[in-house]
């Protein structure tokens, strides 16, 4: 991504997180992208900018410390606003929704606390940080949306066409392993490791995921084709038509065409949903938390947590695990209980 619009200060804080820290080139970039976003609305309400201006249009590289030092809670709360009531939610939509969600405001809340973290900790730029504190919007807690082991049987069941074997092997992949779309799409040839594949994750983090034996069969007749139509010296595992490393646009197209072969909702599964689904079947087969964090790769425990609360199976059994789940006052055979 092109930082040419970003002041030095801003792109001195980009480059300690992707050096220092350790985060991928698309956190960073997101860092941009919601730090950007900020600064242009303060332009404007500060007067900094023409009220006519397309918030696209406004320049951020004037901004230095003595603008930075003037940041107010105020301010950040006026931006927040403006996220929850009039920021088009997809821009590219015919009738366009406004109004971000609760995750991704906390998630440019994230941005900002850290970026004034920076300038205050590490840069130290700044003597005061405006956000210190700065409160995150409360995120509603909602229940993974996973495909049941029918329901992914039936997604697996129905590929087809020219890229059969790609398809199907990364349906697999995703179904069994968990992988996120950037890890998939990521793979190269010596990612491979015959009983294994090393996953480059968040923050480039690496871990071994284990193949199982459809895995195993499924990538190695995928692979076969591979070795026909790939050209020389290309390492990425999966490919496009254009036999370039294969687009995480092109994977997600690929998913919702075989979610509505199957004949499932397309627009309520994604790639993601299909991850949720590999964490929800092998919570459901006896693999434990701490495990399946491991294997999904999450940094802190929690996260993984949200799958704990799936299973309905159990929840059934608990319910009907109560001594008195049978009981009925009307019930004639039920022992009286006399008062004490």
């Known amino acids: 991504m092109d930082y040419s619009d970003a002041p030095q200060v801003l792109r001195d804080f980009l480059i300690y997180h992707e050096t ?6 698309a956190t960073v970039d997101q860092y941009y992208l919601d730090l950007r976003m900020f600064l242009r609305i303060l332009k404007l309400d500060r007067g900094l900018a023409p009220r006519t201006a397309e918030l696209d249009e406004i320049s ?4 230095d410390l003595s603008f930075l030092r003037a940041v107010t809670l105020t301010e950040v709360y006026s931006f927040l606003a403006y996220l929850s009531r009039d920021r088009v939610r997809q821009p590219n939509a015919h009738e366009p929704e406004y109004g971000l969600s609760a995750s991704s405001r906390a998630r440019k809340i994230a941005a900002i606390r850290s970026f ?3 300038l205050t900790v590490k840069a130290k730029l700044l003597e005061e940080n405006p956000v210190q504190d700065l409160d995150s919007p409360k995120i509603p807690k909602t229940l993974p949306h996973y495909l049941t082991l029918e329901e ?14 790609r398809d199907y092997c990364i349906l697999c992949i995703f179904l069994n392993c968990g992988l996120r779309i950037s890890e998939l799409v990521g793979l190269n040839l010596q990612d491979d490791h015959g009983d294994s594949l090393r996953i480059l ?34 390492t990425a595992m999966f490919l496009s038509n254009r036999r370039t490393r294969i687009s995480c646009d092109s994977v997600q197209v690929m998913v919702k065409k075989n979610l509505t072969r199957a004949g499932l909702d397309a ?6 949903k299909l991850r949720h689904t590999a964490a929800t079947l092998m ?11 491991e294997v999904l790769g999450h940094e802190h425990l929690n996260t993984t947590q949200i799958y704990t609360h799936v299973d309905n199976d159990q929840l059934r059994t608990a319910a009907a695990a109560n001594p008195l789940g049978e009981f009925s006052p009307d019930d004639k055979t039920a022992k009286k209980i006399s008062d004490p």
């Open 201 to 234: 994750g968040k923050g480039s983090k690496e871990r071994v995921v284990y193949l199982n034996d459809a895995c195993r069969e499924a990538l190695d007749r995928y692979l076969a084709v591979r070795s026909e139509i790939a050209p020389p010296r290309t």
């Open 116 to 118: 004034f973290k920076y």
């Open 152 to 165: 992914s049987k039936r997604l697996l069941s129905v590929v087809d066409g020219k890229n059969k074997e």
């Open 267 to 272: 627009s309520q599964y994604s790639t993601h």
């Open 60 to 63: 951020i590289a004037d901004v």
């Open 20 to 25: 220092i820290c350790g985060h991928s080139k």
């Open 283 to 293: 919570l459901q087969n006896g693999v434990d938390v701490r495990t399946l964090q």
